[in-house]
T-cell receptor, first 113, second 114 residues
Framework: KAGVTQTPRYLIKTRGQQVTLSCSPI?????VSWYQQTPGQGLQFLFE???????NKGNFPGRFSGRQFSNSRSEMNVSTLELGDSALYLC????????????FGQGTRLTVV | QQQVKQSPQSLIVQKGGIPIINCAYE??????FPWYQQFPGKGPALLIA?????SEKKEGRFTISFNKSAKQFSLHIMDSQPGDSATYFC?????????????FGKGTKLSVKP
């Protein structure tokens, strides 16, 4: 079974630009969550999508947005990039039911210059 | 407001030792408590998880101890090996049937010396 796939693995963007990150979940998983990981703040929850609807949202500004497609693939968009947005962005997918776990991808390393 | 507090930040043990990592939470609505292991350049991987209806869970060399009244839980790694050197994160969620909304601790960098 293929794992969670995130593309691209690395990105360098200029301040003020926007960026779109992609996540393909494990086959059959309908929940996709996004997290930001930085040395200072650690792993922080951005948002979760389930069946194309945002189910939960973390405490991030509106510049961070996402969406999920009918095949459960998800994209995350960050507009008007700031230097502080430099981070590892992780996607996790999970199935349904009480004992499912969240499986993480390897992440997209975003550097804003 | 940090909802899950993890300690220590870093830990060095000798091979065969038993490192213990502690976490404390505030939100009594949390109902799922996983531990993740992360190696450099990789995403976090689930090690073991517990729900508040049990006080201890073992999987191989990894044990979670859970104290609901104290709102604390800890990870013990028995017979630690150099290959266990990684960063460990505790987490919590109120997901019920979904673990898509995890609140993580700040992480503990574990180094196991040969």
């Amino acid at each position: 079974k293929a794992g969670v796939t995130q593309t691209p693995r690395y990105l360098i963007k200029t301040r003020g630009q926007q960026v779109t990150l992609s996540c393909s979940p494990i086959s059959g998983h309908r929940s996709v969550s996004w997290y930001q990981q930085t040395p200072g703040q650690g792993l922080q929850f951005l948002f979760e999508y389930f069946s194309e609807t945002q189910r939960n949202k973390g405490n991030f500004p509106g510049r961070f947005s996402g969406r999920q497609f009918s095949n459960s693939r998800s994209e995350m968009n960050v507009s008007t990039l700031e230097l502080g947005d430099s981070a590892l962005y992780l996607c996790a997918s999970s199935g349904t039911g009480r004992n499912t776990e969240a499986f993480f991808g390897q992440g997209t390393r975003l550097t804003v210059v | 407001q940090q909802q899950v507090k993890q300690s220590p930040q870093s830990l060095i043990v000798q091979k065969g030792g038993i490192p213990i990592i502690n976490c404390a939470y505030e939100n009594t609505a949390f109902d799922y408590f996983p531990w993740y292991q992360q190696f450099p350049g990789k995403g976090p991987a689930l090690l073991i998880a517990i729900r508040p209806d049990v006080s201890e869970k073992k999987e191989g060399r990894f044990t979670i101890s859970f104290n609901k009244s104290a709102k604390q839980f800890s990870l013990h790694i028995m017979d630690s090996q150099p290959g266990d050197s990684a960063t460990y994160f505790c987490a919590a969620s109120t997901g019920g049937g979904s673990q898509g909304n995890l609140i993580f601790g700040k992480g503990t960098k574990l180094s196991v010396k040969p």
